[in-house]
């Protein structure tokens, strides 16, 4: 399985509009930051977590042109209107896309994408949704889900499982629950937010993620949906050698 990170931004990627870059070096590459996503290969199966309003950039650069399946965390903006570009995946593929996500939030997105479930005289449908199941194995890889804490609502966060190796993509949430705690234990590859330094009331900040690392005892951690505040050199020379910040274009290995 590998796992690459297609963007470790926050909702309004890294620089945000207007060229404001904050406190990061803008001449550090890897603090340039799309919106948060990421893609999954397992064997020759490819499955794409989340599909944010930079998704077409962020499938360029990593040279995909077809997609599995498609899982969606949760339905804010940052995470899913990149949808309409599901249609070119669907016509690479001569078949609809499968997206999965929770019934509730599947919903919602159909309510707002409702061409792709359902096309019309000139266009096929191009996506096929299904609610998430929590637990099922894709090429030998156990995948499970639980919710998060995420504000009002509540996001998933994802655990994948080859063999004697494990990988967490658990981003947008505020809160360590138990099922989360249960299921992130011991993980060897743990993605997470990671929004800022201070705390935030529906994101993970960086004092927080550490002590949770920590007791979770994750062997590598990578901080994820960094804002304009998180800037990639000084976190490497600041954190324990087990972590340290994602970036876009990110692969690991499991």
């Not at 990593?62 to 070119?88: C, S």
């Not at 199941?133 to 890889?141: L, Q």
Request: charged residues 25%; glycine residues 8%.
């Amino acid at each position: 399985m590998k796992f690459r990170i297609l963007g470790s931004g926050t909702s309004s990627g890294v620089p945000r509009i207007g060229n404001d870059w904050g406190t990061v070096d803008p001449a550090e590459p890897k603090n340039r930051r799309l919106r948060a996503a990421a893609l999954a290969t397992i064997g020759d199966t490819r499955l794409l977590i989340d599909a944010g309003p930079d998704l077409r950039a962020q499938l360029l650069a990593a040279e995909v042109a077809t997609i599995d399946r498609v899982i969606i965390t949760h339905d804010h903006a940052d995470h899913i209107h990149g949808l309409d570009d599901l249609r070119q995946l669907a016509h690479n593929q001569h078949e609809p896309v499968s997206l999965f996500a929770r019934a509730e939030v599947l919903g919602r997105i159909r309510e707002r994408f409702r061409y792709l479930f359902e096309g019309n005289a000139l266009y096929p449908a191009v996506v096929h949704g299904e609610a998430v199941a929590d637990e099922w194995a894709m090429d030998g890889v156990r995948i499970r889900v639980t919710d998060q804490p995420h504000g009002r609502i509540t996001s998933l966060g994802l655990r994948f499982d080859e063999g004697e190796r494990s990988l967490v993509y658990a981003i947008d949430f505020v809160e360590m629950t138990d099922a989360m705690t249960s299921l992130y234990e011991g993980a060897d590859v743990w993605v997470a937010d990671c929004l800022r330094r201070r705390p935030h009331p529906t994101h993970a900040h960086l004092d927080a993620v550490l002590g949770w690392a920590r007791e979770l005892r994750v062997g590598q951690l990578y901080l994820s949906h960094l804002d304009n505040s998180m800037d990639h050199a000084q976190l490497v020379a600041e954190l324990p050698d087990w972590a340290a910040p994602a970036w876009d274009g990110l692969e690991i290995e499991i």
